[in-house]
């Protein structure tokens, strides 16, 4: 072995590792046991994942054989979906992994209830990493006792976050003020997620690093005068609801009145670069500030007017909109138009995204597909992306093209989806309106199709581009329809 170590560059051998697979890894680590040695330091370089009980017993078993200084190499680490009962070597295994994983940046527990209640050292031992940015944690249940085990070692951490996703359902009176709490534990946060039954901030904090919030709440919508108090230097917002909102927009319809007329006070953000939430929550929070990227959800009919106001007062360049296709479904409504400035007739959004799902029972034609022409028609729109599947389970655009094998997907999607023809879908929409210059169309198990549009002497010209031109497209396409 000494004669293969002189006979081999140790940093060229490194730097190919880099780019195996971990299943060839594994394999090649049975060859020798200085390249075992080497496999484990490349395997602990990349983010560790362990998924499900069989993983974690197999990562237990793993820790057995390696020397502690070795966990000094981990950088991001993942549980998920850990529900079973741990022995009790495996608890102590687990407290020696995390206190010595020294260099740690991320840390995902990720639906691992049995793991944060049972044995409160692992918790502590969280709290006591120094160079933890990136903290995320998922419940299976809403329960205040492992929530407040949670939020204990957040506001004791060591480390200064970064980004923390967290529940947040605590108990009150153990809990009076628990933003108050986390904002000065936490004074750099750049992005926070935080689920829980309603905002309050009786103290009137401020986190003025915050950048980007998620906030999903159970029982009560937070106002626009709370959020923006809370975080005045946001730049990107989402919101999620999970309770009927039909009184709740009466109870803020007063409130959305009194934000929409005080435009030119300093009571609220100068702009926003994304707001994401449901078409209802977005009318009723009374956002009056500009706003670069919209995400209204799913297309109500019945809210047209709304959302024409709506974009008019916040002249978003890019708008996000779902809509279920079925037979029956109404068309858009065609005037007036939600993707012109009612303000402006020469302006508009200059980037749609629209995502259309439908029932494997009831699938569209490619001509029904085509239906997003009325929408078009008026408009200044000059990049189209649109998305078809069954079901919308990730935000990003390649996820719903290319899914992931753990995705549940319906047996017969597979068939339905290859009856789409794109070429004909592509021109339809090029056709369906003139300032139109490039169109993408991700088909879920199918994968991404990019044209190019070019329109000389009344004559339209769509230019099929291969997928890496077509990427570089989208990306010089996004920049220059976001820009100022």
């Not at 506001?155 to 000065?184: C, G, K, T, V, Y």
């Amino acid at each position: 072995m000494q004669d293969f170590r002189a006979s081999v560059n140790l940093d060229t051998f490194r730097y190919i590792m880099r780019f195996m697979s971990r299943s060839d890894l594994l394999q090649m680590a049975y060859a020798s046991r200085f390249i075992r040695e080497e496999v484990s330091k490349e395997l602990l370089l990349r983010p560790v994942h362990v998924r499900h009980a069989e993983a974690l017993h197999s990562f237990c078993q793993f820790l057995l054989y390696i020397d502690h200084p070795k966990l000094a190499s981990v950088r991001s680490l993942t549980f998920e979906r850990i529900n079973c009962l741990l022995t009790p070597e495996e608890k102590d295994l687990l407290f020696w992994a995390i206190s010595h994983c020294t260099n740690l940046k991320e840390l995902s527990l990720k639906w691992c209830d049995v793991v944060i209640k049972d044995d409160p050292r692992f918790m502590k031992a969280v709290s006591s990493l120094k160079t933890l940015t990136h903290f995320v944690v998922g419940c299976y249940v809403e329960a205040p006792a492992v929530h407040g085990l949670i939020f204990q070692a957040v506001i004791h951490m060591e480390s200064p976050l970064r980004q923390l996703n967290i529940p947040l359902n605590l108990d009150a009176e153990a809990w009076p003020d628990p933003l108050a709490d986390l904002f000065s534990a936490h004074s750099r946060l750049e992005e926070l997620a935080l689920s829980l039954p309603y905002f309050s901030n009786p103290r009137r904090q401020s986190l003025q690093s915050l950048r980007k919030l998620h906030l999903a709440v159970h029982q009560q919508l937070p106002s626009h005068r709370d959020l923006y108090e809370a975080f005045p230097n946001l730049r990107e917002l989402r919101l999620e609801c999970y309770f009927l909102l039909s009184n709740s927009l009466a109870e803020h319809d007063e409130e959305r009145t009194a934000a929409v007329h005080s435009i030119g006070r300093a009571s609220t953000w100068r702009s926003l670069d994304a707001v994401q939430a449901p078409l209802p929550v977005t009318l009723a929070l009374g956002i009056i500030c500009p706003v670069r990227s919209l995400d209204i959800g799913y297309y109500d009919r019945s809210l047209h007017g709304e959302i024409v106001k709506l974009v008019d007062r916040l002249r978003p360049r890019k708008i996000i909109i779902c809509a279920y296709w079925a037979r029956r479904w109404n068309s858009f409504v065609v005037e007036p138009s939600l993707l012109l400035y009612k303000s402006s007739a020469t302006s508009g959004v200059r980037y749609l995204v629209a995502k259309m799902s439908f029932s494997v029972d009831m699938p569209p034609s490619t001509l029904d597909i085509a239906y997003f022409q009325p929408l078009l028609s008026p408009s200044r729109t000059e990049f189209f992306q649109l998305a078809l599947a069954e079901v919308f389970h990730s935000e990003d655009i390649d996820d719903i093209a290319y899914p992931s094998p753990r995705v549940p997907l319906h047996p017969k999607l597979e068939d339905i989806v290859r009856l789409f023809d794109v070429e004909v879908i592509a021109r339809e929409l090029a056709e369906s309106c003139a300032a139109l210059q490039t169109i993408t169309i991700a088909v879920a198990l199918r994968g991404r199709y990019f044209w190019s549009v070019e329109r000389t002497d009344s004559r339209l010209v769509l230019k099929r581009l291969e997928l890496s031109h077509g990427r570089e497209l989208e990306r010089r396409e996004t920049l220059r329809c976001l820009e100022d």
